[in-house]
């Protein structure tokens, strides 16, 4: 099936560096968001983008929703330990938020 | 945010037998859950979008005959792995929109291990 570029595939930094990663689509997504998983989990959701252009927070969490609508980043300021696992994007073609989510390959962040 | 449960956490069955993955909302009712699976350090793939008292639509390629799914009640999917083989061990999950019409929420996952 159709799925998202995300890069990098996977980083390793220092505590306390700042991380930085973002999806790319062909096509135009309505919604962007943004997912943590931990090993053995399911995905819990960070931040969740509705509008191009958006610019929206999470604590150390920042992400951008593209003016093009066709991507995405996700910034992660001053990380810790905890911080580790893997990041997905996803987004969603349809305006409602009953549509599918395709999602990208993932970020391995390790710490 | 919404409670999502799924259970089992972790199945180990033998070839040839059925297993079933239960999804629950916890807190809340859901009239459609999605069902994914995830092969290790991979994304997740969506099999099927299931809708409480409807038949679910697969995702191109997936076996509905194969991935049973029964969205019985606004509180609970069940995915059944039929006549299960070794290549269907995976990692499962599910998530539920819940009636708010916020996000999805991703139960915890359950690993399978068909031997």
């Known amino acids: 099936g159709q799925q998202l570029n995300q890069s990098p595939q996977s980083m390793f930094i220092q505590e306390g560096e700042d991380v930085s990663m973002n999806c790319t689509s062909s096509s135009i997504f309505n919604t962007w968001l943004w997912y943590k998983q931990d090993p053995g989990e399911g995905p819990v959701l960070l931040i969740a983008?509705?509008?191009?252009?958006e610019l929206t927070s999470n604590g150390r969490l920042t992400a951008q929703f593209g003016i093009t609508r066709k991507d995405s980043f996700l910034n992660i300021s001053a990380s810790i330990p905890s911080d580790v696992g893997i990041y997905f994007c996803?987004?969603?073609?349809?305006?409602?938020?009953?549509?599918?989510?395709?999602f990208g390959q993932g970020t391995t962040l390790q710490v | 945010g919404a409670v999502v449960s799924q259970h089992p956490s972790r199945v180990i069955c033998k070839s040839g037998t059925s297993v079933k993955i239960e999804c629950r909302s916890l807190?809340?009712?859901?009239?459609?859950m999605f069902w994914y699976r995830q092969f290790p350090k991979k994304s997740l793939m969506l099999m099927a979008t299931?809708?409480?008292?409807?038949?679910?639509?697969?995702e191109q390629g997936v076996e509905k005959d194969k991935f049973l799914i029964n969205h019985a009640s606004l509180t609970l999917s069940t995915l059944t792995v039929t006549s299960a083989h070794p290549e269907d061990s995976s990692f499962y999950i599910c998530s539920a929109l819940d009636t708010w019409n916020t996000e999805a929420f991703f139960g915890q996952g359950t690993r399978l291990t068909v031997v």
């Open positions: 996803a987004g969603r073609h349809g305006s409602s938020n009953t549509g599918k989510l395709i």
């Open positions: 807190d809340f009712q859901a009239t459609t």
């Open positions: 983008l509705y509008k191009a252009g």
């Open positions: 299931s809708n409480e008292g409807s038949k679910a639509t697969y």
